[in-house]
């Protein structure tokens, strides 16, 4: 089953092709009611992926949230590597701005 809402995926594409052309520009898509996500180039050859997630809890990875939140992030990751950018092992917690927590990690771009 599909978690990845298809604007996500589409967005995710479009960011991929966009390298290949030279020239990128940030994404913000929700991935469900209480989840964003959020690529915005950094360098050349890197870009900061946040996930930012309204929930009681913030835990030091977004991951451990547990087995759904995994999936989701495992999808937008697969999807990712499908252009050739390498996510981190993890997105971390950075902090929290008006009740939402954020997580970001480092994407290496091709």
Request: charged share 25%; proline share 7%; aromatic share 8%.
């Amino acid at each position: 089953m599909n978690h990845i809402p298809d604007e996500v995926l589409g967005a995710v594409d479009e960011f991929g092709g966009d390298l290949l052309l030279g020239g990128v520009e940030p994404i913000s898509e929700k991935l469900k009611s209480d989840l964003w996500v959020e690529i915005i180039p950094d360098t050349e050859s890197t870009a900061v992926c946040r996930y930012k997630t309204v929930h009681t809890q913030s835990p030091p990875t977004i991951r451990d949230r547990g087995s759904f939140m995994t999936t989701i992030i495992d999808g937008v990751d697969t999807r990712l590597r499908q252009w050739g950018i390498e996510p981190p092992a993890a997105y971390t917690y950075v902090g929290t701005v008006d009740d939402t927590h954020h997580y970001e990690g480092t994407l290496q771009l091709p």
